[in-house]
C-alpha cells in the first residue's frame, strides 16, 4: 500500500506542478491581449 501511495503523491504533484504551469501561462496571456 506504501508504494501504490507513493506513486500517488508522484502523480499528484505533477498534475500541480502541470496546473500552476498553465495558470501562469493564462496570467501572461491576459496582460499580452
Known sequence: ASRV???YDD???KL????SRI???SEK???DF
Open 23 to 25: 495558470s501562469s501561462l
Open 5 to 7: 501511495r507513493k506513486e
Open 16 to 19: 500541480l506542478k502541470m496546473q
Open 29 to 31: 496571456l491576459k496582460t
Open 11 to 13: 502523480y499528484s504533484g
